[in-house]
């Protein structure tokens, strides 16, 4: 099925879907060239606060399935955001 608004792509609600807002995204398919790091740190800039790491795993669990990955949860991808700070 086509995604036509955020909260269609796996572990999008209404709560990620008004972070893509806010960060000056329009479409879903503008993910799928976006860095879920810098969005995730631009986030944290423009509201003054830093947000839970776990929103990072959305943005890369709906950055991923916007590239044609899998639906997976948002969860499978904490491993690896914690990989990365610790390395």
């Not at 503008?30 to 830093?50: F, H, K």
């Not at 499978?76 to 990989?83: G, V």
Request: glycine share 8%; charged share 25%.
């Amino acid at each position: 099925a086509e995604v036509r608004r955020f909260t269609d792509i796996p572990n999008v609600g209404p709560a990620t879907a008004g972070d893509f807002d806010t960060l000056g995204l329009r479409t879903p398919a503008e993910l799928a060239d976006c860095d879920a790091d810098d969005l995730y740190a631009r986030l944290c800039r423009i509201t003054g606060v830093r947000h839970d790491p776990c929103v990072l795993d959305v943005f890369m669990a709906a950055i991923e399935f916007m590239r044609g990955g899998p639906a997976l949860p948002w969860w499978h991808y904490t491993p690896r955001r914690r990989a990365r700070s610790a390395g």
